[in-house]
């Protein structure tokens, strides 16, 4: 039982660190430390196989393989994740890239019978979480109408 409650302590420590790292403002903007580490937990499962597990992408991501399909791109900044509207990344996850780019043949599965739209909505609040603010300034004024 001690050792129950020592980890437990633990992950709370670890917990309330991450929550000091991400920041106040990222807690409140992406829907709280739950949804946070469901994304991340998610994260984790499905989509870092391909995206990385630090969200880097795979090697020259912006060269296409041999098959003509691109590599998974990264979610961190480096990446172009951030230039997409929450709708534009909802719908790529759910339905696939070619709903939104018609006849595009891309490696990435489409999730809408693997993922609930909570799930969907959890990871990408997770990947939106590790932008710097710049980052996720620019992508939140493309949620905006007109933009």
């Known amino acids: 039982m001690g050792k129950v409650l020592a980890r437990g302590a633990l992950l709370i420590i670890i917990g309330a660190a991450a929550f000091a790292w991400l920041g106040l403002e990222r807690f409140e903007s992406q829907g709280g430390a739950a949804q946070l580490a469901l994304g991340a937990r998610l994260y984790a499962e499905r989509c870092a196989s391909c995206h990385g597990a630090k969200l880097e992408g795979q090697p020259n991501w912006q060269e296409a393989l ?4 691109m590599p998974a791109p990264p979610h961190d900044v480096s990446g172009h994740t951030w230039h997409h509207s929450d709708e ?19 490696d990435m599965p489409a999730f809408e019978s693997s993922l609930s739209d909570g799930e969907i909505q959890a990871i990408l609040a997770f990947i939106k979480s590790t932008w710097p603010k710049p980052a996720r300034e620019y992508q939140r004024a493309r949620n905006r109408p007109g933009t």
């Open 66 to 69: 041999s098959n003509g399909r």
């Open 88 to 106: 534009e990344l909802f719908t790529i996850t759910k339905k696939g890239l070619a709903a939104i780019v018609p006849g595009y043949e891309s």
